[in-house]
Nanobody
Framework: QVQLVESGGGVVQAGGSLRLSCAASRLTFSGYAMGWFRHAPGKEREFVAAISRSGGSDTYADSVKGRFTISRYNAKNTVYLQMNSLKPEDTAVYYC?????????????????WGQGTQVTVSS
C-alpha cells in the first residue's frame, strides 16, 4: 500500500521559514505528480503547490506564490515545500498528495494518495 509521510512542521514566528518533507513509499514515485494542500480550522482545504513527475514544472496558489517553493528529489522518493516569509494565515495542517498523470491538478479530489499531515503554526 502506498504511504506518504510528512515531516518538518513546527512553530515559527511570522517572517520565519520552514521546510516540509514528504517521503513516499510503495509507489513508483517518478510516475506521480505531487501536491501540497493545507487545512486550517474554520476554513476549507486549499491547494498550495504542485510539481510534475520529473520536477520540470510547478504551480502555486496565489496566496503563497513568491514565498513557497515546491521541489522533489526522485532518488529519495521525497517532495519538499520550502516556506519563507511565513504569515500567521499560513497556520494549518499541511498534507502532501500524489496523483498519476501528466498534469498539475489543483483540486483535492483529483489526487490518488494522501499523507496524514503535519502541523505548521505561525505566531505573530
Amino acid at each position: 500500500q502506498v504511504q506518504l509521510v510528512e515531516s518538518g512542521g513546527g512553530v515559527v514566528q511570522a517572517g520565519g521559514s520552514l521546510r516540509l518533507s514528504c517521503a513516499a513509499s510503495r509507489l513508483t514515485f517518478s510516475g506521480y505528480a505531487m501536491g501540497w494542500f493545507r487545512h486550517a480550522p474554520g476554513k476549507e482545504r486549499e491547494f498550495v503547490a504542485a510539481i510534475s513527475r520529473s520536477g520540470g514544472s510547478d504551480t502555486y496558489a496565489d496566496s503563497v506564490k513568491g514565498r513557497f517553493t515546491i521541489s522533489r528529489y526522485n532518488a529519495k522518493n521525497t517532495v519538499y515545500l520550502q516556506m519563507n516569509s511565513l504569515k500567521p494565515e499560513d497556520t494549518a495542517v499541511y498534507y502532501c498528495a500524489a496523483v498519476r498523470g501528466l498534469g498539475l491538478p489543483v483540486n483535492h479530489y483529483e489526487y490518488d494518495y494522501w499523507g496524514q499531515g503535519t502541523q505548521v503554526t505561525v505566531s505573530s
